[in-house]
């Protein structure tokens, strides 16, 4: 009967070096300090900056709870008839306002407005998040040179209203947090019709409805296309 034997090798398997599987390693070690250093970033900002963002939010809701259609309704401007109700005088201050209420807005100009100013507008609950996502990373680039806000039309109510024009972090969160506020108070109409009754169309123009008496001496509904895109332009 013959011996049968086993070999066993007592020298280690020395391993092959993989520089890929290495890399993945590294890159997997320096996203996950990375992930850790933001978190303490982070940290360190909600400390620093949550109280200041608290009252920034209180502010906002304080503001809209008192706030009402008639803050949006500027003095307008007195006209004088004669006896055959024929427009022989115009009184006014520095602005020129003829309100517009929303019912007579022509679709036409709420369809130029928003294509025009804010596509979202339907659709949004005050801010388009990724229209102020852009504008942010714009301001990173270039702070000095900046050409696009990512303002909504609610928040260009907040801003022409209730808020100073200077371009700062600060003025523009307050802008948001009241724009929130705002579109849970007033409707789209409401909101729609609060803006285009308050823009500023120069030589003391406020308010689309005295632009169109302004620049073509008519009203509203009777704009013509061409006449209701040089004014929304």
């Given at each position: 009967m013959s011996d049968c034997g086993v070999i066993?090798?007592?020298?280690?398997?020395?391993?092959?070096?993989?520089?890929?599987?290495?890399?993945?390693?590294?890159?997997?070690l320096v996203m996950f300090l990375g992930i850790v250093a933001a978190l303490i970033f982070a940290y360190h900002l909600y400390k620093e900056y949550s109280p200041v963002v608290k009252g920034y939010y209180e502010d906002a809701i304080d503001l809209v709870r008192k706030s009402s259609s008639k803050?949006?309704?500027a003095e307008q401007t007195s006209y004088?008839?004669?006896?055959?109700?024929?427009?022989?005088?115009?009184?006014?201050?520095?602005?020129?306002?003829?309100?517009?209420?929303?019912?007579?807005?022509?679709?036409?100009v709420i369809d130029a407005v928003i294509s025009i100013e804010d596509k979202r507008f339907w659709e949004h609950e005050g801010v388009d998040w990724?229209?102020?996502?852009?504008a942010g990373v714009m301001y990173l680039q270039d702070s000095s040179d900046?050409?696009?806000?990512?303002?909504?039309?609610?928040?260009?109510?907040?801003?022409?209203?209730?808020?100073?024009?200077?371009?700062?972090?600060?003025?523009?969160?307050?802008?948001i947090l009241i724009a929130l506020q705002m579109e849970k108070k007033y409707t789209k109409k409401q909101i729609l019709e609060f803006y285009l009754n308050n823009i500023n169309y120069s030589n003391g123009y406020y308010g689309i409805g005295a632009a169109a008496k302004g620049y073509f001496n008519k009203s509203l509904k009777d704009l013509s296309l061409e006449e209701i895109a040089f004014l929304t332009a």
């Open positions: 066993i090798s007592s020298g280690r398997k020395k391993r092959r070096f993989r520089p890929f599987k290495f890399l993945v390693k590294c890159i997997s803050d949006f309704r004088i008839y004669d006896s055959s109700k024929k427009q022989i005088a115009k009184l006014k201050l520095d602005r020129d306002i003829s309100y517009v209420s929303f019912e007579d807005i022509p679709q036409r990724l229209a102020t996502a852009k900046i050409k696009r806000g990512g303002s909504t039309i609610t928040q260009q109510v907040v801003k022409n209203q209730y808020l100073s024009f200077e371009k700062s972090i600060e003025r523009k969160l307050k802008e």
